[in-house]
């Protein structure tokens, strides 16, 4: 599996980015897909995460009621809808899935492939 996450960029404070990640390989419904950021220093912190079939989400209390997660697994792509943003949004956005399908994990251990990372940078 390739992970490929786009969509990064420079916003303002309040406004919006919509993330994306494009997996080839295996059957995109069958593996669960987080986001990750990290800033440098830090450890990555896990952002939200949705599983297979998009039954199951699952999002960091610092993002609940701002990001949204969807996937489409017929064009095999997952997209972050980030709004209101906040400057301590600024990061490096990772995408990852993890091959067990039903689980929604924080854990970033659990992930089996990464994206190679887009930046956000939100201007107060």
């Known amino acids: 599996v390739q992970l490929q996450a786009c969509g990064g960029g420079l916003a303002q404070a309040g406004g919006s980015l919509r993330l994306s990640c494009a997996a080839s390989?295996?059957?995109?419904?069958?593996?669960?897909v987080g986001w990750f950021r990290q800033t440098p220093g830090k450890a990555r912190e896990f952002v939200v995460g949705?599983?297979?079939?998009?039954?199951?989400?699952y999002y960091a209390e610092s993002v609940k009621g701002r990001f949204t997660i969807s996937r489409d697994n017929a064009k095999n792509t997952v997209w972050l809808q980030m709004n209101s943003l906040k400057p301590e949004d600024t990061a490096v956005y990772f995408c990852?899935?993890?091959?067990?399908?039903?689980?929604?994990?924080?854990?970033?251990?659990?992930?089996?492939?990464w994206g190679q990372g887009t930046q956000v940078t939100v201007s107060s």
């Open positions: 949705i599983s297979g079939t998009a039954s199951s989400t």
């Open positions: 990852a899935a993890d091959l067990n399908p039903l689980r929604v994990s924080m854990n970033p251990v659990t992930y089996n492939y």
């Open positions: 390989g295996r059957a995109f419904s069958r593996y669960a």
